[in-house]
Nanobody, 125 residues
Framework: QVQLVESGGGLVQAGGSLRLSCVAS????????MGWFRQAPGKEREFVGA????????DYVDSVKGRFAISRDNAKNTVYLQMNSLKPEDSAVYYC??????????????????WGQGTQVTVSS
């Protein structure tokens, strides 16, 4: 089992920044990508971005490219989501997740087997 705990959410004005953290515990085996997703009220869960275990590759949804950046510190079992130039439409509950299959960098939520409880991000206009 893998447990994931997100933190760092909060209320920020448009144009501001937040950094989310996701700490993994349990069977944190190497070679698995970590992803970030978000879900706004009344909307489907959306892929935000993902990073390979080694950090050499990342993938982002177009709407956050150039504003968000994912990094990871495997020694601390922690993945980060740096969010800059935030917009009201970025408001959502943000979730981190671990991929089911090693070495992949998936976008589909069904391709992730472990999820955190989420952290709320609210961007005011």
């Amino acid at each position: 089992q893998v447990q994931l705990v997100e933190s760092g959410g909060g209320l920020v004005q448009a144009g501001g920044s937040l950094r989310l953290s996701c700490v993994a515990s349990g069977r944190t085996l190497p070679n698995y990508a970590m992803g970030w997703f978000r879900q706004a009220p009344g909307k489907e869960r959306e892929f935000v971005g993902a990073i390979t275990w080694g950090g050499g590759s990342t993938d982002y949804v177009d709407s956050v490219k150039g504003r968000f950046a994912i990094s990871r510190d495997n020694a601390k079992n922690t993945v980060y989501l740096q969010m800059n130039s935030l917009k009201p439409e970025d408001s959502a509950v943000y979730y981190c997740a671990r991929a089911r299959t090693p070495y992949d960098l998936p976008r589909g939520g069904y391709e992730y087997g472990y999820w955190g409880q989420g952290t709320q991000v609210t961007v005011s206009s």
